[in-house]
T-cell receptor
Framework: GAGVSQSPSNKVTEKGKDVELRCDPI?????LYWYRQSLGQGLEFLIY????????KSGLPSDRFSAERTGGSVSTLTIQRTQQEDSAVYLC?????????????????FGPGTRLLVL | RKEVEQDPGPFNVPEGATVAFNCTYS??????FFWYRQDCRKEPKLLMS???SGNEDGRFTAQLNRASQYISLLIRDSKLSDSATYLC?????????????FGKGTKLSVKP
C-alpha cells in the first residue's frame, strides 16, 4: 500500500521567503508527526497531531513555524520568513495512534522528507 | 542528562563481525522501545521493537534492561548492507514531544 508521501522533495528558497511543506500520511493513521534533521544530526521533534486533539507544538523552534492538519489527514508545515539555519530535511511520520491510552506506542512510518535549503 | 543517549560511533567493522550498540534512556516510565535504521540521505525505518524478554530477528538481537534503563542491539555476521545509522527510540509516555524520543544514532560501517 501507499506509504507516507511528502512534497516537494527538494526546496530551495531565499532568506525571508515563506515555504509550505506537505505531508500525506498513510490512510487510516490518526497520528502525524513532523521532525527536522540537520546534516549529521539526530531527529528534532517539531509537532504532533493525534486525532482531533489539540496538537503538541512543544518542539516548534520559533513562532515562524506553524503546522495544520486538515480533515485529520493531510498536514502542512509552514515556515515564515525563512532563515539560513532553517535549512534541513523535514520529515513527516504517521502511526495508527495511541492504543487506548495504555502508553503502547505504534511504529512510526516516515516519509522520504523534504530537503529545504535557504540561501 | 539527555533523554536517549547513544555512542555516535562510527563503528568500523569487517564483514562477518559481531557488533553491539548500546543505548540509555532517562524516562523510567517509558514502556515501548525500538531500533530504527537510517541509511544515508534516507528516512528512518523500523528495524525491530524491543521487548522485555529480549527478542531476536535473524542476525539481530535486541535486549532491554529496565532496571538500568539500558537497551542493546547485537548484529551477528555483519553484512555490507548493514552499513547505516542505528537509532535508539524510546516512548515518552506521559511527556511531551509527541510520543517517541529518538537518539542521535550510532553509525555503522561494514567493510569488505
Amino acid at each position: 500500500g501507499a506509504g507516507v508521501s511528502q512534497s516537494p522533495s527538494n526546496k530551495v528558497t531565499e532568506k525571508g521567503k515563506d515555504v509550505e511543506l506537505r505531508c500525506d500520511p498513510i490512510s487510516g493513521h490518526t497520528a502525524l508527526y513532523w521532525y527536522r534533521q540537520s546534516l549529521g544530526q539526530g531527529l528534532e521533534f517539531l509537532i504532533y497531531f493525534q486525532g482531533n486533539s489539540a496538537p503538541d507544538k512543544s518542539g516548534l523552534p520559533s513562532d515562524r513555524f506553524s503546522a495544520e492538519r486538515t480533515g485529520g489527514s493531510v498536514s502542512t508545515l509552514t515556515i515564515q520568513r525563512t532563515q539560513q539555519e532553517d535549512s534541513a530535511v523535514y520529515l513527516c511520520a504517521s502511526s495508527l495512534g495511541l492504543a487506548g491510552g495504555r502508553g503502547y506506542q505504534e511504529t512510526q512510518y516516515f516519509g522520504p522528507g523534504t530537503r529545504l535549503l535557504v540561501l | 542528562r539527555k533523554e536517549v543517549e547513544q555512542d555516535p560511533g562510527p563503528f568500523n567493522v569487517p564483514e562477518g563481525a559481531t557488533v553491539a550498540f548500546n543505548c540509555t534512556y532517562s524516562n523510567s516510565a517509558s514502556q515501548s522501545f525500538f531500533w530504527y535504521r537510517q541509511d544515508c540521505r534516507k528516512e528512518p525505518k523500523l528495524l525491530m521493537s524491543v521487548y522485555s524478554s529480549g527478542n531476536e530477528d535473524g542476525r539481530f538481537t535486541a535486549q532491554l534492561n529496565r532496571a538500568s534503563q539500558y537497551i542493546s542491539l547485537l548484529i551477528r555476521d555483519s553484512k555490507l548492507s548493514d552499513s547505516a545509522t542505528y537509532l535508539c527510540v524510546v516512548s515518552n509516555y506521559g511527556g511531551s514531544q509527541g510520543n517517541l524520543i529518538f537518539g542521535k544514532g550510532t553509525k555503522l560501517s561494514v567493510k569488505p
